[in-house]
């Protein structure tokens, strides 16, 4: 699958870090990604930059740590993209629905590994760290619940369960875990650029959402 569509994610990883920084962390996210961030060792990660073990403390409290920043901050540029994507797709809730649908699917494609270990190790975090994250994972869910329930109460949706609060947001958590659980098959084997897989996604966020015709 080509990655032609991309969303832009603004800052590195991490927001605002050093070049060193992000260098540690591109490293961590691939070894988080392909072994967990349990099963990673600090030395392995010092290991892929070619430092030495205790040069991660210089820039980082733990191995813990270092999750959570990453883990933290691409939720935070989601969350901003999320914004500014519906600050820029118009009044009409279908349209905002399609674009959002469509920066979730591509940052979930295009940005396999980081997509996958925010929304797969953030469960590992733990106190003010996982509450952190908690939080904010909650205002994605809930930016995409107020598009929904606008287009309810526009009668653009019909919603499944009834045009309320609780409809609106169990259709929310749905189209939101679809969008960002995309299987491995899909993305190495299906015979779609990402772009066509945005566009089928926003198709059945649609349909879930119960769009009507016009």
Not at 124 to 138: A, Y
Request: net charge neutral.
């Amino acid at each position: 699958m080509t990655a032609d569509i991309q969303p832009s994610l603004g800052d590195r990883l991490p927001i605002g870090g050093t070049a060193l920084q992000a260098k540690i962390a591109a490293a961590a996210i691939e070894l988080f990604y392909s072994q967990g961030s349990v099963a990673t060792t600090v030395r392995e990660i010092t290991a892929a930059c070619g430092l030495t073990p205790g040069a991660l403390y210089n820039h980082f409290a733990s191995k813990d740590h270092l999750l959570y920043v990453l883990v933290r901050d691409i939720h935070l540029q989601v969350d901003a993209q999320m914004a500014a994507t519906l600050a820029n797709s118009g009044p009409n809730p279908a349209d905002q629905l399609a674009a959002t649908v469509r920066l979730l699917v591509g940052h979930s494609a295009g940005f396999r590994k980081q997509s996958r270990v925010a929304n797969r190790e953030f469960t590992f975090l733990t106190g003010p760290w996982r509450q952190e994250v908690r939080d904010i994972r909650r205002q994605i869910r809930d930016r995409m619940t107020g598009i929904l329930l606008a287009g309810a109460e526009r009668a653009v949706f019909a919603l499944a369960g009834g045009d309320d609060l609780a409809s609106a947001t169990l259709s929310s958590v749905t189209i939101t875990n679809m969008c960002v659980h995309i299987s491995a098959w899909a993305l190495e084997n299906y015979p779609l650029t990402i772009s066509d897989l945005q566009d089928r996604y926003a198709q059945i966020a649609l349909r879930v959402a119960g769009a009507r015709p016009g």
